[in-house]
């Protein structure tokens, strides 16, 4: 027997990475002790279902509500930032791969942040992404 699962996220509760991870865990993770960290790595790991509300779902949907507000606040300027975070860091961050996306961002042909978690949901095709 398939069991299915619609969940919400609230891209009008999303201003920045922080609070995306925040919503993630709001709706992913509300009855569990721990919660995600503010990582890509992170969500892929939870999209792998057997956690949080995922748990026993064989075909979830999830919706990303107002998925226009959530791509701008994701946008180039959170992204950008998000680059110049990881550059700070070359003892943990390869600084190399992180200066390269920041350059495609800074020249218009790089992904946002918003696309790098729309790539991670498209990694799990058992997983129905809608935007709402």
Do not use: C, Q
């Not at 218009?108 to 790539?119: K, P, Q, R, S």
């Amino acid at each position: 027997m398939v069991t299915e699962r619609t969940l919400i996220v609230e891209g009008s509760r999303v201003s920045d990475i922080p609070s995306f991870y925040a919503e993630a865990n709001r709706v992913f993770m509300p009855h569990e002790e721990w919660t995600l960290g503010p990582s890509l790595d992170a969500l892929d790991d939870l999209l792998y279902g057997g956690i949080g509300e995922l748990s026993g779902i064989d075909a979830p949907t999830v919706v990303l509500r107002d998925h226009v507000l959530l791509r701008d606040v994701l946008g180039v300027s959170t992204t950008r930032d998000y680059y110049l975070s990881k550059l700070d860091r070359p003892d943990v961050f390869d600084t190399a791969r992180f200066r390269a996306a920041l350059d495609e961002l800074d020249a218009g042909t790089g992904m946002t942040y918003y696309d790098l978690v729309l790539g991670v949901f498209a990694d799990h095709p058992g997983i129905r992404l809608v935007l709402g």
